[in-house]
């Protein structure tokens, strides 16, 4: 059990581990770190699987809900606050960090309401745009303004202190109404997990047998992502550019989403069985053998609010292509630390891919200049030594 001493800070967010996002990995290395506080986390259930309640190293979970996915979340702005308000009658929270401008955000609304005293912390990681919230009205428009962006809205005007991932993130954040302080605290990388090490010094046994289990063949190169499989991920479009590569690859999938069904009716399509793999979901500590064994990681997102698996495949020492949106540019200069593609053009990644894999001083020079940008700015213990910083502000 926490020391008595200890200040207890109430989390809220809309879903949690096992839900992997970079929100959700966030929350777990920086609590993990922070080890003077205590931390309770409200979220909502989405899956009957999943017990109510769980201790996950410094995080007290509360998952409300009938594990019902949709419903759970829409109930959470309620659910969430009450059960809020009864925890605090026990534990008294120093302050409120709620996660991203969703449901559990207007649940940290209303307990603020309920205890004016009570400070929010908001911090902002959406990687979709804005518009993608119309989903919810069936995008039309004048139902969206009514119902759905004063709500979203709410979080931004009521916060007291917000921390946004990165520069793109900061303005969507005071075009939204903020006028509190806001402050850039990016994601960053476990450097025990994601060990900054050359590809050449990766276990060539262990390169070997993986891809022999994958189908790897010697003259093939991998081509990686990790991704949820959802539109503003692009995965179609890193398929696609496999019509204009003219050389041996195998494009290795990493993630699940709902879009998972229509990449593969996209790969069969163009005759791609062989050619592309989809792993599904890869433990977060794997991830670094199947990084290892590849050759570039490409996601040519059209929307992105930093970008985490940017950052561990370069921690890793593979060269990256990304695209020129969102948080993206925050770390990503061309021919310095990877490779800008253009959205929505799969002969533009083709030819980006084909350039890191034909000029090996340029892929040496990325692969260095990256890896040495992770370890000076994006190493989760600087990165929860600065929230610790702000939660004491608070």
């Not at 925890?87 to 955000?105: C, E, H, T, V």
């Not at 990304?322 to 770390?331: K, S």
């Not at 084909?354 to 000076?376: M, P, V, Y």
């Not at 600065?386 to 939660?391: C, G, L, Q």
């Amino acid at each position: 059990m926490a020391n008595n001493q200890e200040p207890r800070v109430l989390i809220f967010s809309t879903a949690y581990l096992p839900f992997i996002g970079g929100a959700e990995l966030a929350i777990k290395e920086i609590t993990d770190r922070v080890k003077n506080w205590s931390f309770d986390l409200i979220t909502a259930r989405q899956d009957r699987r999943l017990s109510k309640f769980e201790k996950q190293g410094n995080v007290n979970i509360y998952r409300l809900g009938l594990g019902l996915g949709f419903l759970d979340k829409f109930l959470l702005p309620i659910s969430g606050f009450l059960k809020a308000v009864r925890l605090n009658k026990k534990r008294n929270y120093r302050f409120i960090w709620s996660i991203m401008a969703s449901q559990a955000g207007i649940a940290a609304v209303y307990f603020k309401l309920f205890y004016p005293a009570k400070k929010i912390l908001l911090t902002i990681q959406e990687g979709d745009p804005e518009e993608y919230l119309k989903r919810y009205v069936l995008n039309i428009e004048f139902l969206y303004k009514i119902f759905i962006r004063p709500w979203h809205l709410l979080p931004f005007r009521r916060a007291d202190y917000i921390t946004v991932i990165s520069a793109d993130l900061k303005e969507r954040v005071i075009r939204s109404g903020a006028k509190c302080p806001i402050e850039t605290v990016p994601n960053g990388v476990s450097l025990k997990n994601f060990k900054i090490n050359n590809l050449r010094e990766t276990d060539e046994r262990q390169e070997s047998e993986l891809k022999l289990k994958l189908g790897v063949k010697t003259n093939e190169k991998v081509i990686i992502t990790v991704s949820r499989l959802v539109k503003k991920n692009a995965v179609d479009d890193l398929i696609k550019a496999g019509q204009y590569l003219d050389l041996p690859f195998k494009i290795l999938i990493i993630g699940q989403g709902k879009d998972e069904q229509k990449l593969k009716s996209l790969v069969e399509k163009l005759k791609f069985k062989n050619k592309v793999i989809f792993l599904g979901y890869i433990k977060h500590l794997d991830l670094p053998q199947y990084l290892s064994i590849s050759d570039v990681f490409v996601r040519p997102s059209l929307s992105e609010g930093l970008g985490n698996a940017f950052l561990e495949a370069m921690a890793v020492g593979l060269p990256v292509i990304g695209t020129p949106v969102g948080g993206i540019p925050d770390f990503l200069k061309e021919r310095e630390t990877g490779l800008f593609c253009e959205p929505g053009n799969p002969k533009s990644i083709a030819l980006k891919i084909k350039e890191i894999l034909s000029d090996n001083e340029l892929k040496e020079r990325i692969i260095k200049n990256g890896k040495k940008l992770i370890f000076e700015k994006y190493d989760w213990e600087s990165i929860a030594l600065k929230m610790e910083e702000i939660f004491k502000k608070l």
